[in-house]
């Protein structure tokens, strides 16, 4: 079912270039970060760090399908050669970032910053990731300046804004650590909640290019409207395929929300049946998993086509075929939807 996306980066044109680009931009990044993750000379061998080896699979379109379409924005607002490889490293910081906070609040481990440290170090590798980031941004920035790429002041406001434009996104988050007391209606979850918690991000590539290029920035409305649609649309779809995790760790959960205030007896019989975060609930509520699955999906295909629309070059039968896709990469394969 991937082969639509695979179809859209092997041959788009401007989706090739921009996973060329983001690729050269992971490089780039990897590089950078590589004399800030090392220990200095004369630390015993057993508590030594180092940074690891870029794996290849970390360059392919299937772990950069969000990253690749944020750089391909940048070819449909034409934005120079030079600011658009600008862009796309800040994309990878973000990316860092965003993960390493992911990672610590939901006790995951997805690798982003390849990191050599002894013991479990699951908690520490997040947090020498983000430090080694905020460090990587400095340089990059400044190389900017020294380049011609930024002028000072746009320097110093692209690092203010880098991390100021994820404070609404960090709020939602806090709001939700200990467990949340209320659910609200699902209206009010899609509206707000998700479109801080995961909507938002899908519109952080816009940052530079606000700050450094007001005029093309102006044109993208459509844009930021495509990929915040295609966000919350993968947002509902995570919504779905998490309901045993946000249940029992009471988290906001659109698909919750509406048995919340539509079925409370029966959010209370699943209450009761959740033993595990992995528990596949959904498949127990198909008469509100299936809508909601429908209502993620619609929102990723109108996200889809107003890209293809905006320049991507791909139709509206492409676009729900892409849409399909996003079933089994986010592991809700088997929906009837899909």
Known sequence: MTTAWK???E???IARAALREQQECIRAVHLRLAPHLASPAGTPAEYVVRPGPLPEANLGWRKNMFSTLFQSVYHLMDVPAPRRLLYGQLIHLFRIWVT?????????DKEVVPLEMPGSARVMRQ?????????????????????????????DELARESLCRL?????QEATEEGGIAVRPPPEEVLGVIHRLKTGLLFNLAFVGPEIVEPAAFARTARLREGLMDFGLGCQVLDDVRDLARDLLEKRHNYVLSVLAHQAPDLLDELAARAHSVADRLYLDVPQFALPAARRGFDLIVSGLRTL?????????????????????VLDLEGLPIA
């Open 7 to 9: 179809t859209l980066f």
């Open 11 to 13: 041959t788009g044109r």
């Open 100 to 108: 390493s906070a992911d990672n610590l609040l939901d006790g995951e």
């Open 127 to 155: 947090v020498v990731a983000v430090m080694a980031a905020d460090r990587v941004l400095a340089e990059i920035l400044n190389d900017a300046v020294a380049q011609g790429a930024l002028t000072a002041a746009q320097r």
């Open 167 to 171: 404070l609404p996104s960090a709020a």
């Open 308 to 328: 293809g629309e905006s320049g991507l070059g791909y139709d509206g039968a492409q676009a729900e075929s892409m849409a399909r896709a996003m079933f089994p």
